[in-house]
């Protein structure tokens, strides 16, 4: 299996520019999860879905942030506009069940300037 | 709400030392625990996990960690460290029936003096 795959791996955008990132689960995995990463704030859960469903989205930032899973192997976190406090890297991750823990992909820095 | 508290940012061990991370949680019934590692520019890669039953649970790359339900702790061990070590580490509680919901630690960043 070739993991959680992330994309891009790098986003340099200007603000109020909108910005999509991808993530594609490990097949068969029933819930998948983003979290952001700062050196101030460290891991935050913004949003995680179960079948395709968003369970808790209590983490999102803002209006600004939006996330979706059309299918069980595809999801992608969007953030319109976007602003320089963005700047972070996201994490998406999957799992098969909570005793098995987390798999998580490589990651996208955003860099919005 | 579950909480998880690393207390030490960074840590420095030399090389072939022995090496302990400290990790307390904060949750209303057991958890199910977590140890991550995660090298520069990689995402979190799980290195061991509590649920129930022996309280010592062995992970990947000569870890161990230990579960203390008297003082809440969730402390992991290596015996002998290597460079290949260095990292950051996080420990993470998630709960149990229902969600999936996972909270990390702050992380401890592991450096390995030759």
């Known amino acids: 299996d070739a993991g959680v795959i992330q994309s891009p791996r790098h986003e340099v955008t200007e603000m109020g520019q909108e910005v999509t990132l991808r993530c594609k689960p490990i097949?068969?995995?029933?819930?998948l999860f983003w979290y952001r990463q700062t050196m101030m704030r460290g891991l935050e859960l913004l949003i995680y879905?179960?079948?395709?469903?968003?369970?808790?989205d209590s983490g999102m930032p803002e209006d600004r942030f939006s996330a979706k899973m059309p299918n069980a192997s595809f999801s992608t976190l969007k953030i319109q506009p976007s602003e320089p406090r963005d700047s972070a890297v996201y994490f998406c991750?999957?799992?098969?069940?909570?005793?098995?823990?987390?798999?998580f992909g490589s990651g996208t820095r955003l860099t919005v300037v | 709400a579950q909480s998880v508290t690393q207390p030490d940012i960074h840590i420095t061990v030399s090389e072939g030392a022995s090496l302990e991370l400290r990790c307390n949680y904060s949750?209303?019934?057991?958890?199910?625990l977590f140890w991550y590692v995660q090298s520069p520019g990689q995402g979190l890669q799980l290195l061991l996990k509590?649920?129930?039953?022996?309280?010592l649970v062995q992970g990947i790359k000569g870890f161990e960690a230990e579960f203390k339900r008297s003082q809440s702790s969730f402390n992991l061990r290596k015996p002998s460290v290597h460079w290949s070590d260095a990292a950051e580490y996080f420990c993470a509680v998630g709960e149990r029936g229902g969600g999936f919901k996972t909270i990390f630690g702050a992380g401890t960043r592991l450096f390995v003096k030759a």
């Open positions: 991750a999957s799992t098969q069940g909570q005793n098995y823990g987390y798999t």
């Open positions: 509590y649920f129930s039953g022996d309280t």
């Open positions: 097949s068969g995995h029933n819930s």
């Open positions: 879905f179960n079948n395709n469903v968003p369970i808790d």
């Open positions: 949750y209303g019934a057991t958890p199910y």
